[in-house]
């Protein structure tokens, strides 16, 4: 069974920074592709940052030289370092995988569907002016 856990998510005012970690268990997922998605209330969810089994990422364009996507194999870890946030950044964010895949992930065409994807929990991100 696959367990991803984000956390790190919270409170910050525009301007600020947060890091985002999603604690992956059960099958190592690192190396297959694994991306961060954000949904705000009333908003369709959004890819925004993937990174596939080669380490090559793409992001969304909106969050595009603000936000980095990293992994961290020793300790089966994706992260996303947010800098340069902005109130309209948010949203929920989720963590996701899919086994299936080691390439051709990509942001806007690319969302995990079971029974290869996962998805974690979420964590809650609130930007204030």
């Known amino acids: 069974l696959v367990q991803l856990v984000e956390s790190g998510g919270g409170s910050v005012q525009a301007g600020g920074s947060l890091s985002l970690s999603c604690a992956a268990s059960?099958?190592?997922?690192?190396?297959?592709?694994m991306g961060w998605f954000r949904q705000a209330p009333g908003k369709e969810r959004e890819g925004i940052a993937v990174?596939?089994?080669?380490?090559?990422?793409t992001y969304a364009d909106s969050v595009k030289g603000r936000f980095t996507i990293s992994k961290d194999y020793a300790k089966l870890t994706l992260y996303l370092q947010m800098n340069s946030l902005k109130v309209e950044d948010t949203a929920m964010y989720y963590c996701?995988?899919?086994?299936?895949?080691?390439?051709?992930?990509?942001?806007?065409?690319?969302?995990?569907?079971?029974?290869?994807?996962?998805w974690g929990q979420g964590t809650q991100v609130n930007v204030s002016s």
């Open positions: 996701a995988a899919d086994l299936s895949r080691l390439r051709g992930c990509y942001t806007g065409s690319w969302s995990p569907r079971p029974p290869a994807g996962f």
């Open positions: 990174m596939d089994g080669s380490d090559s990422t």
């Open positions: 059960g099958v190592n997922t690192v190396g297959r592709c």
